[in-house]
């Protein structure tokens, strides 16, 4: 009976998608950290243990949770979105601002590159190594 649940479980959890961004990752973060704390209780079949994971997992995913959901409504785009997906948004709204065209910017200073002079240097410019005592 137990197993059946537990498979039932299993195939529910299976069935979420969780977008990207932050919110999708740490969340998934919290649900593999709970069935860790989870795996190593049921291993120790301790009651006083199993009281204290259930306290702990509780006191753990509230405080996670509502940390995510705070920061989740002072920026509801990085929370949502990934990286790339992220990056392109802004750049739709840069455009829009700026009535389809992205100001440039200088990637990097294009200059030649320096010239060594090789003569200078000279063989018996080069001091050896010190040895160390005892070597």
Same mark, same amino acid.
């Given at each position: 009976?137990?197993?059946?649940?537990?498979?039932?479980?299993?195939?529910?959890?299976?069935?979420?998608?969780?977008?990207?961004?932050?919110?999708?990752?740490?969340?998934?973060?919290?649900?593999?950290?709970?069935?860790?704390?989870?795996?190593?209780?049921?291993?120790?079949?301790?009651?006083?243990?199993?009281?204290?994971?259930?306290?702990?997992?509780?006191?753990?995913?509230?405080?996670?949770?509502?940390?995510?959901? !705070?920061?989740?409504?002072? =920026?509801?785009? +990085?929370?949502?979105? /990934?990286?790339? *997906?992220?990056?392109?948004? #802004?750049?739709?709204?840069?455009?829009?601002?700026?009535?389809?065209?992205?100001?440039?910017?200088?990637?990097?200073?294009?200059?030649? !590159?320096?010239?060594?002079? =090789?003569?200078? +240097?000279?063989?018996? /410019?080069?001091? *050896?190594?010190?040895?160390? #005592?005892?070597?």
């Amino acid at each position: 009976m137990n197993q059946n649940k537990l498979t039932e479980a299993i195939e529910k959890i299976g069935k979420v998608s969780l977008r990207g961004g932050i919110f999708g990752k740490t969340t998934l973060a919290l649900i593999t950290t709970v069935i860790c704390i989870s795996a190593i209780v049921l291993a120790a079949r301790n009651l006083y243990l199993d009281i204290a994971a259930v306290i702990l997992i509780f006191i753990f995913s509230a405080y996670f949770l509502r940390r995510l959901l !705070q920061f989740a409504e002072k =920026n509801p785009l +990085i929370a949502i979105l /990934d990286g790339a *997906e992220f990056v392109a948004h #802004e750049r739709i709204i840069q455009e829009s601002k700026y009535g389809g065209v992205l100001q440039s910017q200088a990637n990097a200073i294009d200059h030649a !590159q320096p010239i060594i002079d =090789n003569a200078s +240097i000279e063989a018996d /410019d080069i001091e *050896e190594p010190k040895k160390i #005592e005892g070597q």
